[in-house]
């Protein structure tokens, strides 16, 4: 039986999630989303929400955290997300999936 959830070109927060963020201007790991931005006035995701790495104590503060805008990301692939954190522009907004 197929998930409800299992159609082509749709993610659940849990999905994002699970996949590692890659910063392709700096080759770095970030990590993995810990929370997703939504703009309810828009109606669409904001920004992606990474917690700091390497620090059990910077889990409690969000001033370590890394925030990315939903258009800083380029690709949205199978198991990982690439995003550029050296690009500014808001105003990208075509398809990032595979």
Not at 3 to 16: A, C, F, I, P, V
Not at 41 to 66: G, T, Y
């Amino acid at each position: 039986m197929k998930d409800r959830y299992e159609t082509k070109n749709t993610l659940t927060t849990s999905d994002l999630r699970q996949m590692e963020v890659i910063d392709i201007s700096e080759g770095k790991r970030l990590g993995f989303i810990s929370d997703i931005i939504f703009d309810d006035d828009l109606k669409r995701i904001e920004s992606i929400v990474i917690p700091p790495q390497n620090n059990f104590l910077s889990v409690f503060r969000k001033k370590d955290e890394i925030q990315i805008k939903w258009s800083q990301i380029k690709v949205i692939g199978i198991d990982v997300i690439l995003v550029d954190t050296s690009s500014k522009n808001a105003n990208d907004e075509k398809d990032k999936t595979l």
